[in-house]
């Protein structure tokens, strides 16, 4: 089983729409999930993190974290085409110890239609 | 504020020969990763150093190797070039011993190996 399961899509949503982007993780003694975007040629930014359980937004961004089911997702509400970029998923596998790294999904690519 | 800063930005290499690869952090910050990025495998960890010390190392054969200097620094080597080392090749700094809040990333190198 891999580390970080990602649909690769590509999703593709109308503009206006709410775009939802999934993704499961292996390790349950995670505590640190991230969402980085990616647009074509530039290299990952990061937009959202996620400690509890529960929902984390931030402007139109929610991130929502189950540890039970080791699953995060984030959702985009009133897509632009600005949206439109490969989204990672990430978590920082080993806990919080000092031997810890990020381990990134093979991202979904995201396509907001106008 | 400055990003991190990676250098140089593009690179040509052949088979056999030997890279070293550049970054600075973002002032302040101690801990660099370095990942490399490809459209098969996506992004996959290759080493973290913090205060000079590499403190967690991923898959990668001997070939590769890194370091860190007394200003946080970093430089990245790999010897014996191959074709399939042919990457967009990213440093990560981060803040905090705990890399709580993920990674800021540099705009990568991109290395082809003819």
């Known amino acids: 089983q891999k580390e970080v399961e990602q649909n690769s899509g590509p999703l593709s949503v109308p503009e206006g729409a709410i775009a939802s982007l999934n993704c499961t993780y292996s390790d349950r003694g995670s505590q640190s999930f991230f969402w980085y975007r990616q647009y074509s040629g530039k290299s990952p930014e990061l937009i959202m993190f996620?400690?509890?359980?529960g929902d984390k937004e931030d402007g139109r961004f929610t991130a929502q974290l189950n540890k039970a089911s080791q699953y995060v997702s984030l959702l985009i509400r009133d897509s632009q085409p600005s949206d439109s970029a490969t989204y990672l998923c990430a978590f920082r596998l080993g806990g919080y110890s000092s031997a810890s790294k990020i381990i990134f999904g093979s991202g979904t690519r995201l396509s907001i239609r106008p | 504020k400055a990003g991190v800063t990676q250098t140089p930005r593009y690179l040509i290499k052949t088979r056999g020969q030997q890279v070293t690869l550049s970054c600075s952090p973002i002032s302040g910050h101690r801990s660099v990763s370095w990942y490399q990025q490809t459209p098969g495998q996506g992004l996959q960890f290759l080493f973290e150093y913090f205060s000079e010390t590499q403190r967690n190392k991923g898959n990668f054969p001997g070939r590769f190797s890194g370091r860190q200097f007394s200003n946080s620094r970093s430089e990245m080597n790999v010897s014996t070039l191959e074709l399939g080392d042919s990457a967009l090749y990213l440093c990560?700094?981060?803040?905090?011993?705990?890399?709580?809040?993920?990674?800021?990333f540099g705009s990568g190198t991109r290395l082809t190996v003819v």
């Open positions: 996620i400690y509890s359980n």
């Open positions: 990560a700094s981060s803040s905090g011993y705990e890399t709580a809040y993920g990674y800021t």
